[in-house]
């Protein structure tokens, strides 16, 4: 039976080979909030206050030209996801205490969720597992917090030519594709993207919640179809 | 409503999105059904910055000619079927996306 640190150890390291693309991110968030008028501070500390990338991103590209209503409405749709990673990872960690269960919560990132959710899919023994999740989540972090640093003080010698933003959609690629394999979810990716183009210029700030909410209506039947078979 | 406010209020938001599931506090043996519009959630919610991100200009305007960004996005696609790993689509993809967007500089 491993021990905490086996466990722990074990996070570290499957999670760093993931750092390699999420340094970019880091250094992308930092660069553009720092362009869009946040101070240091701001941009800096809000990578330990939000930590969730996208988030972060969109605050900085957004907080100046639409409502905090409207802020506010599209990170909760960005992080929705978050609900169904708890729902499925719940299934580890319930025996948890309360403590344990708020930090986990709060490394409970993208990267640190694929890592740690497949580790304990392997595991027989349950004792001590939770410390994967601790090591790859705080690796996330750590990594999270120097990229932003590295951004708002050295973003402006990356090269204009080399456009690192790019990798932001790569990643949520990467991130879905192997998530779409019945016809339902083919379905609901089409029609999110097609309503995306056509909401896009009538509301920019309600485009991702207005696509998402109408192509998971447009799927529904399809997914009545698929149970029934 | 001051900046740093916001800040905390969407940290907050955050957190509490992802704490609930493992808080106890709900019990989310749902539906079948329910279960998978659930699972539908990240699909619904990325694509659309996906296709914003392949689609749309700098100033916001669709695109009219296959550019770079939507070459390399389907090629992504095409990797992440035949990886099946999140790092390699990121790694081959931009590599070669680095490689098209200034191949102007290798030829001089």
Redesign the interface.
Known sequence: METKLEHFKSGVIQEL??Q??VFPFGLIYGILAIESG?SLL?AF??SS????G??QIV?AQF?LVVS?FS??TS?????????????S??EY??ELSLKW??I???L?TD?AY?ISIKYFATKKNKKFMHYHLLGSGLTLFLTWQISTLFGIFFGRLIPE???L????????????????KQK??II??L???I???LF??LN?EL??IF???L??LI??PF??K??SQ | MSVWYLIFLCGVLTFLIRFIPLSGLIKFKGSELYLKVINLIPIVVLTPIIVQALFFDRNDNLIESVNFEIICGFLAILISILFKNVMTTILLTMLIFLILTNIHYFNG
């Not at chain 1, 990170?75 to 996801?81: A, D, E, G, H, P």
């Not at chain 1, 933003?165 to 779409?180: D, G, K, N, R, Y």
């Open positions: 080979p993931l390699i693309g946040l701001q500390l809000m206050i939000i930590f969730a996208a988030s605050f907080y905090p802020l506010i990170i909760i749709s960005i992080n929705l996801r978050h609900l169904l990673y708890g729902i990872i719940n960690l319930k269960r708020i986990l919560s709060y409970l990267e694929a030519n080399i456009n933003a790019f990798i932001i959609p790569l990643s949520f690629i990467a991130i879905i594709t192997p998530m779409i339902y979810e609901a990716c029609a999110s993207g309503l995306a183009i896009y210029k920019f485009w991702i696509s998402a909410l192509s998971l799927s529904l997914i009545q698929d149970n």
